[in-house]
């Protein structure tokens, strides 16, 4: 989990600087500056999006052998199955215990997915107490919405690879305008993988041992309201500014670091 959220978080911070970089080159604004930047970006794109899958396949069954409701809620598997196929469509029916879709199907892939072996047993929800079961629709969409977007950072990663090497990045503003809608979606896909995480533990505050309703604190609902309003005011101003800050600071790009020296002081004239 930690090697997976690190790398997740060097995702974030490449796409933030290749989709700066690509605003400034469409506008051909330091055109040498923000090339040389991008590669960085990219090369950095390139490793965290191809380690991704490696690492996060590694997590995945090891989430399915310790926390066997959280892995079958991911994929949405009710019954308990060996060579368990991975449904490329899908569509869960927690209701009724069921999947309402399951299309364009790959035998036994869902198994390998979560065991490392095409005829591995994987747990089905059926088999798992009920009041013992995370809310199976936002683990499952939650978890796909996050590979479909891993997924895609790889292709953008690769394909922006691809154009380096014919020296046609510059001549590609389909491709700068893709990275630069691009900012938000790694941070999507980061909360994402928070809301599996902890959502998909669910009952569990501390797994098999702990329900999270019984560490729950006896403390008053005003107190509760007082604290949580105080949270969401102080980080909603922090997300402001730090909006602004990036926002401000990106658009002037190299401009913005004029008259400052190395030591940090401007100079005065």
Wanted: charged share 15%; hydrophobic share 45%; net charge neutral.
């Amino acid at each position: 989990m930690f090697f997976h959220t690190v790398i997740a978080c060097y995702i974030v911070g490449s796409f933030f600087v290749m989709g700066i970089s690509a605003y400034h080159l469409l506008r051909k604004n330091e055109v040498d500056f923000f090339k040389k930047s991008f590669k960085y970006g990219l090369i950095m794109a390139l490793v965290a999006t191809t380690l991704t899958p490696f690492i996060g396949h590694k997590n995945g069954t090891y989430v399915t052998s310790v926390q066997p409701a959280k892995g079958a809620a991911m994929e949405a598997v009710w019954e308990t199955e060996q060579g368990a196929p991975f449904h490329i469509l899908q569509i869960p029916d927690p209701d009724n215990e069921r999947n309402l879709v399951e299309a364009i199907s790959i035998p036994k892939l869902g198994s390998f997915f979560y065991t490392n072996s095409f005829n591995g047993e994987i747990t089905g929800l059926k088999d798992i107490p009920a009041d013992e079961r995370p809310p199976v629709n936002l683990v499952f969409y939650s978890f796909r919405i996050m590979v479909i977007l891993g997924l895609l950072f790889l292709a953008i990663a690769w394909y922006g690879f691809y154009l380096d090497r014919k020296d046609k990045l510059i001549d590609s503003p389909k491709y700068l305008k893709t990275t630069l809608y691009s900012i938000l979606l790694p941070y999507v896909a980061i909360n994402l993988g928070w809301v599996v995480a902890e959502v998909g533990r669910q009952p569990w505050a501390v797994y098999g041992l702990m329900k999270t309703a019984e560490g729950v604190s006896p403390i008053s609902l005003s107190q509760i309201i007082f604290s949580l309003s105080g949270l969401v005011i102080f980080y909603t101003i922090l997300i402001i500014a730090d909006v602004y800050l990036l926002i401000k600071y990106s658009k002037k790009g190299p401009d913005a670091l004029e008259g400052v020296t190395e030591g940090g002081m401007k100079h005065v004239s």
